[in-house]
């Protein structure tokens, strides 16, 4: 109610009537005409009818801070401001009439200050604005109770929202619940305070008031784990109070897509649309890294096949973002996967594999109000696979048609052509390393299993040459396995093998069978091991009657 005193919430050093030259009809209004109550900055103005009344401010610019003019509904419009950086212009704004009935103009009329400059980041006590001046229209909580009550919210600022126009003109200034703009911690000597004239029993103004802490919060952020391996899911959790910036609305923030140019923020989370001189990374908020460079978009050949097209890849390309919890949380989650290959630069591809995987979150205010980076970080390493077979003896193959079946007692049978002869290995290969899917199981290329007969100092080839891929036992599992089966002859023609090649048969011994005492090897090329290196791992078994 315009016609009582008002409390009032003021930060910073907004420019209000008192800082004005009011004019009535164009002619400067006296002081005696005008009478501005102490705290709410309410102005009574009298004049002749009907004239048009209105405040003439000197505005100083302030390198891109953004300014608002707030009238008697509490809504604010944009001031833009024509002259240098430093200078002051004059601006004129019309706060209302004069009643017909010839009674006083209730106004107000204030300048709000907003912003801050880019260049000067991490000087956040000084270059941080947030004038305003918030007036509170409580409401009774019921009939001759003299109860009145109003709540305060508050928006903090960030990176991401303090050179946002829209941060500002949605704000509640006159109401009785009042949303206010924290540009950094305001605890202590620096909290918000509301403060109201109040008249005792007296007779006697007396200044009452209270206080509220409006902190800022330190963020933390974090993975899930501190260490994955190509094809894992990383999880990336940030806990920041200060990122709820709308209680009413479960909040997302983004990557920016596009191709790096200068000082543009793009494959982060953040803002591409500022440009600065110096090394601040303005309108950054999270970004994920490998070995400290960031995970930018470029174009290269990610499987350095020649019979594929290149791609655009990045942090971007993942769809990583980060989603709040619920509308309240100030928790954001957000997850991408582990690439096997990822560019370094337009045509020039590295593996993730021994790379330190970083993710690093700007806190814009920390619980002290300033500006801060903190990380997590984590390995991305491989698994040293290996290879077994089932068992460490198997039987020798044989010719069934050598061994023909009895039907009755006294008579021999033909060969019974279901019987067989062959033994089946079973080889199994760990390696975690092929378990890159996210659903369902993976498989794993047959050239990487070899599998030969020893007899001594001779060799077969390898006799589990195969196109078709060998298959994961089940999802997640990391586990492949393969039945081969042998049986009791093999080959040995080194046709069109060079003398060099390790697949040559060195058998001499004929007719080429397998015998008691021979023994059979499998040997795995892992490409790479827990080290980052290449590395073959082996097994045997024999073969007895």
């Not at 009935?101 to 107000?108: E, F, K, M, R, W």
């Not at 109860?147 to 050179?163: D, P, R």
């Not at 040459?465 to 994961?472: G, H, K, L, V």
Request: overall charge negative; proline content about 4%; aromatic content about 8%.
């Amino acid at each position: 109610n315009w016609d009582h005193k008002i409390p009032t919430v003021i930060t910073g050093s907004p420019l209000t009537l008192e800082d004005s030259t009011i004019t009535v009809g164009g002619i400067i209004v006296e002081d005696s005409d005008i009478n501005i109550d102490t705290f709410s900055k309410r102005a009574s103005i009298s004049g002749p009818p009907g004239q048009e009344v209105q405040a003439i401010f000197d505005i100083e610019n302030v390198n891109t801070d953004l300014f608002y003019f707030s009238n008697t509904e509490g809504e604010l419009a944009l001031i833009t401001l024509t002259v240098a950086d430093g200078e002051t212009q004059e601006y004129s704004f019309v706060i209302g009439n004069i009643p017909s009935d010839g009674s006083n103009l209730i106004a107000v009329g204030d300048i709000f200050i907003f912003g801050q400059d880019p260049e000067q980041l991490e000087n956040a006590a000084v270059t941080r604005n947030a004038n305003a001046i918030y007036r509170m229209l409580l409401e009774e909580t019921g009939d001759n109770t003299a109860m009145y009550t109003g709540s305060i919210e508050y928006t903090a600022l960030n990176q991401l929202n303090v050179g946002n126009n829209a941060t500002y003109l949605g704000l509640a200034t006159i109401d009785d619940e009042i949303t206010i703009i924290v540009p950094t911690d305001l605890t202590d000597e620096d909290a918000v305070r509301v403060d109201y004239l109040d008249t005792d029993g007296q007779g006697i103004e007396t200044q009452i008031g209270d206080q509220v802490d409006a902190p800022t919060h330190s963020g933390i952020v974090s993975f899930d784990d501190s260490n994955y391996k190509v094809a894992d899911t990383v999880t990336v959790t940030l806990n920041d109070a200060d990122l709820n910036t709308n209680s009413d609305t479960t909040e997302v923030y983004t990557i920016r897509a596009g191709t790096n140019d200068g000082n543009k923020i793009y494959d982060r989370v953040g803002l591409v649309d500022i440009t600065i001189s110096n090394s601040s990374a303005y309108g950054r908020l999270l970004d994920i890294t490998f070995d400290d460079a960031a995970w930018s978009s470029y174009t290269c050949d990610l499987d350095n096949n020649v019979n594929t097209p290149a791609t655009v890849d990045g942090l971007s390309t993942t769809g990583f973002t980060l989603r709040e919890t619920n509308s309240t949380s100030g928790i954001f989650v957000g997850t991408f996967q582990i690439p096997q290959n990822y560019c370094t630069g337009d045509n020039t591809v590295s593996t993730t594999t021994g790379k330190d995987l970083e993710v690093n979150y700007v806190d814009y205010s920390d619980a002290s109000g300033e500006l801060i980076e903190v990380g997590d970080s984590a390995g991305i390493s491989a698994n040293t696979g290996s290879v077994s077979f089932g068992r460490s003896v198997y039987p020798v193959p044989f010719d069934p048609s050598q061994y023909p079946t009895q039907n009755t007692p006294h008579t021999i049978a033909s060969t019974d052509s279901s019987i067989s002869g062959d033994t089946v290995l079973h080889i199994r290969v760990n390696d975690p390393d092929y378990d890159i899917s996210g659903s369902g199981p993976d498989t794993l290329p047959a050239s990487k299993v070899t599998v030969k007969l020893v007899r001594g100092s001779q060799t077969s080839h390898n006799l589990a040459i195969s196109d078709a891929p060998i298959e994961e036992i089940s999802p997640i599992s990391g586990i492949f396995e393969l039945d081969l089966a042998l049986g009791h002859t093999f080959t040995c023609d080194n046709t069109g093998l060079a003398e060099n090649n390790p697949n040559r048969c060195t058998f001499t011994d004929t007719p080429y069978r397998i015998q008691q005492g021979d023994i059979v090897t499998v040997e795995y090329t892992d490409d790479t091991d827990a080290s980052g290196n290449l590395n073959t791992v082996t097994d045997s078994a024999t073969f007895d009657l």
